[in-house]
């Protein structure tokens, strides 16, 4: 068995900023400035980290970035003012919207008011039927796109492979099953309801592995099989506080012939994946 290849998301990352470096130039020759408009609401110490990582990588991009920063105490009405504003600002081409959103607030109330043209996120039910229906309506969410960007840079092939997807939710399970379907795999997806049996069979039958539970190492060497290609989405806490994914890598690792880290692996991607569908709507907007 060959040694396994860890499939590191910085190089894909850096590799999809230079080529968006250039059509974010390219844009403003035609003067479109990409811009993308970051709301939070109060001072969550996970948002403002995801806010200054994606803020540096817009600028490596040339992408502009114009911060909303809203109280905590902002009513459900109030911020939703805000968010129609942003959908008839023409200078702005993507908005994202940090969540959870604090107590009170609707959360799937205020995300739907996004336009799905700015919704570079894919957290609109208009970018789930874009995903679902094939359509190039909103974006699909950034985590399930990174998923299959990090196939394609590594050359993974889904044509007639057995896929299995852990996990249902609309941020990365549905979605990324259905992006796998479309590149013509076999997907089987899991669930917190699937039999323990089913899952370990489903997983050791499976080519490519996605997890997408949300359990810290849940996915160990009972429910893998040999030389698969193992994409694990989690960001979990372990017993010593430490990051780490919904697989056991030490148990994983020497059995496949490829795994992402955590962290490292697909997370990793996602910042600049958020800045290609900025890049993505600004072209949109030209047409």
Partial sequence: MSETVVLRGKPVAEEMTEKDRQVAQQLREKGIIPTLAIVRVGEDPGDLAYERGASKRAEKTGIEVRHIQLEVSITQEELV????????????????????????????YVCEQLAPAKDIDGITSGSMAGVFMDTDTGFPPCT?????????????????????????SLVIGKPVAMMAMRRNATVTVLHSRTTREDFAKAGRDADI???????AKMVGADELGLDQVILDVGINSDE???????????AAEPAASMITPVPGGV????????????LQAAEKSLE
């Fill in 209 to 215: 592995v996605i997890a997408a539970m949300g359990r």
């Fill in 240 to 250: 010593d506080g430490g990051l780490c994914g919904d697989v056991d890598f030490a």
């Fill in 81 to 108: 003012e805000q968010i129609r504003q942003l959908n008839q600002d023409d200078a702005v081409h993507g908005v994202l919207m940090l969540r959870p959103l604090p107590r009170g607030i609707d959360e799937k």
């Fill in 144 to 168: 399930a796109q990174a998923c299959m960007d990090i196939l394609d840079y590594y050359g993974v092939d889904l044509t007639g492979r057995k896929v299995t997807v852990m996990g249902r």
């Fill in 267 to 278: 997370g990793s991607v996602t910042t600049a994946v958020l800045m290609r569908h900025v």
